[in-house]
């Protein structure tokens, strides 16, 4: 079946970092790949998303390009912040439903 | 941006009594809608997925007499945890899906802000 295969943290990085969530997912069909971010004791919010191959999702900061030859859809941030502190999902869409990989912590340290 | 709403955010309540969710998209039409729970630290488990004028259908592993789920309308979506345990303190997040697409991917969900139940 569909799977998302995420990086396991916790992460933990000193402010102005270099931030890179991994995430790979099952190649069936034509995923729509996304990324969402769990602020504490919060829902999900939509980061950013990437609909087909090649293409590059992008908010606040945070990237991720669709990789169909790699089946990866990783997400980089050049620069954390403090209040970039929270959990991340990587996410694969399909018509019946969203599934998730396990989730990072990430920790951004003053 | 599409809005979807819980309420309440948070519920405490004793065990054996039942507790009603609601999730509503606010500016949009849902003929689907999914709930979820997430255990701490953990990933979300998809519960049910809601379809507007029919009955749910839940993942493996999920009672369906204990969680019951109505869709009575595009925007609204209910969550009824019955006789409710211990065990069942969790928060509980529902999402819906944009029916027409229309500022959204078809496959794309909108999430709720989640609802805290602790039953004592």
């Known amino acids: 079946g569909d799977s998302v295969t995420q990086m396991e943290g916790p992460v933990t990085l000193s402010e102005e970092a270099f931030l890179t969530i991994n995430c790979t997912y099952t190649?069936?069909?034509?995923?729509?790949l996304f990324w969402y971010v769990q602020y504490p004791g919060e829902g999900l919010q939509l980061l950013l998303k990437?609909?087909?191959?090649?293409d590059k999702g992008s908010n606040k900061g945070f990237e991720a390009t669709y990789r169909k030859e790699t089946t990866s859809f990783h997400l980089e941030k050049g620069s954390v912040q403090v209040s970039d502190s929270a959990v991340y999902f990587c996410?694969?869409?399909?018509?019946?439903?969203?599934?998730f990989g396990s989730g990072t912590q990430l920790t951004v340290l003053p | 941006g599409a809005v979807v709403s819980q309420h309440p955010s948070r519920v405490i309540c004793k065990s054996g009594t039942s507790v009603k969710i609601e999730c509503r998209s606010l500016?949009?039409?849902?003929?689907?809608m999914f709930w979820y729970r997430q255990f701490p630290k953990k990933s979300l488990m998809l519960m049910a997925t809601?379809?507007?004028?029919?009955?749910?259908?839940?993942e493996q592993g999920v009672e369906k007499d204990k969680f019951l789920i109505n869709h009575a309308s595009l925007t609204l979506s209910t969550l009824t945890v019955t006789s409710a345990h211990p065990e069942d303190s969790s928060f509980y997040i529902c999402?819906?899906?944009?029916?027409?697409?229309?500022?959204?991917?078809?496959?794309?969900?909108?999430f709720g802000p989640g609802t805290r139940l602790t039953v004592l």
């Open positions: 999402s819906a899906r944009d029916s027409r697409g229309t500022r959204s991917l078809l496959d794309e969900q909108f």
């Open positions: 190649a069936t069909g034509y995923p729509s």
């Open positions: 990437a609909t087909k191959a090649d």
């Open positions: 996410a694969r869409g399909s018509a019946r439903q969203l599934t």
């Open positions: 500016d949009f039409q849902a003929t689907t």
């Open positions: 809601s379809n507007e004028g029919s009955k749910a259908t839940y």
